[in-house]
């Protein structure tokens, strides 16, 4: 069965320190995606990466970069120098083989404070 | 460019009646699929449109059907409402079903009393 773990319900963290969101997810398929979305309170999903399961390479986009460990089915999310405007829900998900099954599964989101 | 749009932002029903929602895609998808968010939990898959038909259904019951127009835009429609049924419902569109990622609208906040 499929399913994304998101251990962290809230997190606080002062202004600039480094904050990282875990995820865990599991599936019984080879092929999937996963992803990250942020939602401020305005309540829009803001997307903010994709990765598929052949590709185990760590990304960093300025000050975000995301970790996918196949062997821990993990993909845990850093953001670096934290700041105000980071402060939302954000959401881990993943998606099975889209030849088969186009849903994305979402876990149950961390809310981020971050603090001034 | 033009995101994904929803109508309306806010709407308050009462049990039992029915509700319409509606979404315009993204310029240039075709695919529109809905979800449901309940208040502190992740968006849950309701169905998926493509070529005006539904390509993929969730867990949600019969009450809960949609509509997709040549314009690719969609409508949800909930019928006897619950109280349960308060949500968040948000639309996504991509560009084809299945191989490219989910753009999310703003959403609808549906109250139902």
Do not use: M
């Amino acid at each position: 069965a499929q399913k994304v773990t998101q251990a962290q319900t809230e997190i606080s963290v002062v202004e600039k320190e480094d904050v990282t969101l875990d995820c865990v997810y599991e599936t019984r398929d080879t092929t999937y995606y996963l992803f990250w979305y942020k939602q401020p309170p305005s309540g829009e999903l803001v997307f903010l990466i994709r990765r598929n399961s052949f590709d185990e390479q760590n990304e960093i986009s300025g000050r975000y970069s995301w970790n996918f460990q196949k062997s821990t089915s993990s993909f845990n999310f850093t953001i670096t120098a934290s700041q105000v405007v980071d402060s939302a829900v954000y959401f881990c998900a993943l998606s099975e083989d889209p030849r088969r099954d186009d849903k994305i599964i979402f876990g149950k989101g961390t809310r981020l404070h971050i603090l001034p | 460019d033009a995101g994904v749009t929803q109508s309306p932002t806010h709407l308050i029903k009462t049990r039992g009646q029915q509700v319409t929602l509606r979404c315009s895609p993204k310029s240039g998808h075709d695919t529109v699929s809905w979800y449901q968010q309940a208040l502190g939990q992740g968006p849950q898959f309701i169905f998926q449109y493509y070529e005006e038909e539904e390509r993929q259904r969730g867990n949600f019951p019969d009450r809960f059907s949609g509509h997709q127009f040549p314009n690719y835009s969609s409508e949800l429609n909930v019928n006897a409402l619950l109280l349960g049924d308060s949500a968040l419902y948000l639309c996504a569109s991509s560009l084809v079903p299945g191989q490219e990622t989910q753009y999310f609208g703003p959403g609808t906040r549906l109250l139902v009393l």
